[in-house]
């Protein structure tokens, strides 16, 4: 289980930053013809959305966009090194997740229950 150690050593951006996420996510999303890394940039998209949502109890549609985009222009490579740093620690995250769900399914299994 990902304890708070390795919830602290992930990145931690401003809401406004990870709604730039959300918007790289979805420029890269229409970049690419592949329709499973599509889903990906989908899912990850949405993420930095509820992320967005739950920090600043604000809907999305509130943000300013226009400023957000502005920011981006300015700095988009660092904003998508940021971003990507965050998604992959949260990727490793959920994989440990998902390999100790599995176990607990197994030994739940193999106990009969």
């Given at each position: 289980m990902a304890n708070s150690s390795a919830v602290q050593a992930t990145p931690?951006?401003?809401?406004?930053?990870?709604?730039?996420?959300?918007l790289l996510a979805i420029y890269a999303s229409e970049q690419i013809a592949d329709q499973t890394a599509k889903t990906g940039l989908y899912s990850v998209f949405t993420y930095w959305l509820g992320r967005y949502e739950g920090r600043t109890g604000n809907s999305f549609e509130?943000?300013?966009?226009?400023a957000l985009l502005t920011e981006l222009q300015k700095g988009g490579e660092e904003a998508g090194g940021r971003c990507q740093a965050v998604a992959e620690a949260i990727g490793l995250r959920l994989q440990e997740w998902g390999a100790r769900l599995q176990q607990e399914g197994q030994r739940l299994t193999e106990a009969g229950e």
């Amino acid at each position: 289980m990902a304890n708070s150690s390795a919830v602290q050593a992930t990145p931690q951006l401003s809401p406004e930053q990870e709604m730039q996420c959300a918007l790289l996510a979805i420029y890269a999303s229409e970049q690419i013809a592949d329709q499973t890394a599509k889903t990906g940039l989908y899912s990850v998209f949405t993420y930095w959305l509820g992320r967005y949502e739950g920090r600043t109890g604000n809907s999305f549609e509130s943000a300013d966009v226009l400023a957000l985009l502005t920011e981006l222009q300015k700095g988009g490579e660092e904003a998508g090194g940021r971003c990507q740093a965050v998604a992959e620690a949260i990727g490793l995250r959920l994989q440990e997740w998902g390999a100790r769900l599995q176990q607990e399914g197994q030994r739940l299994t193999e106990a009969g229950e």
